[in-house]
């Protein structure tokens, strides 16, 4: 298994552990208003998004990326690096959006930016080698 399934694995599972321990802290209430109605649409948006460019990036990866031999620099990603890293942000901001409290959002934004930031200069680095 790859080491950042691994991380990711763990940081996926403590924060589960957390959440579980003290849900109320997270969860929203059950109470309906327009705030919460708005996120839950939002964040709904927001996964089908995610998943949207995810499945697009993949797709367009697997098709002309030679076995990973190649750089691809058209398609989605002539608009944005890692396409499915944007994905993958998005269907996170969706979920949290939807279920959990306002302040859970710059936890998560916080967490994702430092697991990213360096998955992706640790990419680039690898990337600069292969692909002078």
């Known amino acids: ?22 849900p109320a802290m997270f969860f929203r209430r059950v109470n309906i208003g327009l705030w919460n109605e708005v996120a839950e649409v939002f964040g ?18 697997s098709e002309n ?6 750089l691809i620099t058209n398609g989605p990603y002539s608009l944005v690096r890692n396409p499915m890293y ?8 969706g979920v949290v959006l939807m279920l959990f409290k306002l302040w859970v959002v710059l936890v998560f934004l916080a967490v994702f ?7 992706i200069f640790k990419e680039e680095k690898k990337l600069a080698v292969l692909f002078p």
């Not at 298994?1 to 003290?22: D, E, Q, S, T």
């Not at 709904?44 to 990866?61: E, N, P, T, V």
Request: charge should be positive; hydrophobic fraction near 60%; aromatic fraction near 8%.
């Open 1 to 22: 298994m790859k080491k950042r399934l691994k991380i990711n694995g763990v940081i996926m599972f403590l924060a589960a552990v957390i959440v579980a321990v003290f």
């Open 44 to 61: 709904l948006a927001l996964i089908l998004l995610g998943q949207l460019i995810r499945i697009s990036a993949r797709g367009y990866k």
């Open 65 to 70: 990326s030679g076995e990973g031999k190649a």
């Open 86 to 93: 944007l994905g993958v942000l998005l269907i996170g901001l």
């Open 113 to 119: 930016i430092i697991r990213y930031f360096l998955l």
